[in-house]
């Protein structure tokens, strides 16, 4: 029986539709083609071999695979997270350990290990370029021109409205970018379970995701409701985050300024409220005057 209603929160891992659409090897390999401009066609050519359980449980990446001893790790994001960069490195930390754990890591002979590349979907709603670099480099504490150690990743925004060549490049690429962007536009004016009923349904009629949704429609509907309830609470976090940020802002400005004003009036210097009170530059000055 199909469930409905609220998704309950699983801290652990849930599966995503990107995940799950990529998990088949003929979609993956469509989709590396389209990101790289190659024309491979041979499925079985793809060693998968995505994170089961991570450092973090909670920190399982989306898909990994190696081909033409090239790895690649693909993650999806529909919120902007700056930290991928390090994710990365402990995703890509742990498939290497993997990939060499019969190797001798103390031999003097050198231990061959696939090329990285690091790729992020995003279809957010926050507004971002076409592409756009992460860098390790630019968490760290000290920036420094000469690292010691570098990890680069590039985000591809997948929205309806971005990078048209690669997502007419990969038809189930741009079939997901269409129907999570028809989820969010009906979930802005109607119940969520509704909201991704009628884009599911919408979607099926006119060849969108089609076999997909059509193979997965209970499964496909509680990952769109989960998936958008979460991206809807990391997005009201954020916003209760900064409306409290500015509320402590504003509580620690106003109380400097009362206490401008009472040095001020301690010194009998009347004039100086006043033209604090008109001229912003010379509010400045006088809080710089006393140290406030």
Known sequence: ?????????????????????FSDKKELLALYNAVNKTDYDDPELLEINTLQNAIYM?????????IDSRLSLYEHQSTYSPNLPLRYLLYVSDIYANITKNENLYGRKAINIP????????????????????????????????????????????NPDYNQELLNACKTLKDYSLYTARVREYADRMSLEDAVERAITECIKEGI????????????KRMSIYEYDE??????????????????????????????????????????????????????????????
């Open 231 to 292: 991206e809807r609470h990391m997005r009201q976090t954020r916003a209760e985050g900064y409306e409290e940020g500015e509320a402590a802002g504003i509580k620690e400005a106003t109380q400097r300024l009362n206490q401008l004003n009472r040095l001020l009036a301690e010194q009998n210097r009347t004039e100086d409220i006043i033209k604090a009170a008109i001229d912003e530059n010379y509010q400045k000055k006088l809080l710089e005057e006393f140290d406030l």
């Open 209 to 220: 995701l089609s076999e997909f949704l059509l193979k997965n429609r209970a499964e496909a």
């Open 1 to 21: 029986m199909e469930q409905t209603g609220t998704i309950p929160s699983n801290r652990i891992y849930k599966a995503r539709i990107f995940e799950m659409i």
């Open 115 to 158: 090329s990285p590349r690091f790729i992020i979907f995003y279809n957010g709603r926050d507004p971002f370029p076409d592409q756009m670099i992460l860098k390790l480099s630019d968490m760290y504490t000290i920036g420094e021109e000469d690292t010691s150690l570098e990890l680069t990743a590039l985000m591809l925004n997948i």
């Open 58 to 66: 909670s920190m399982k990446n989306d898909v990994s695979f190696i």
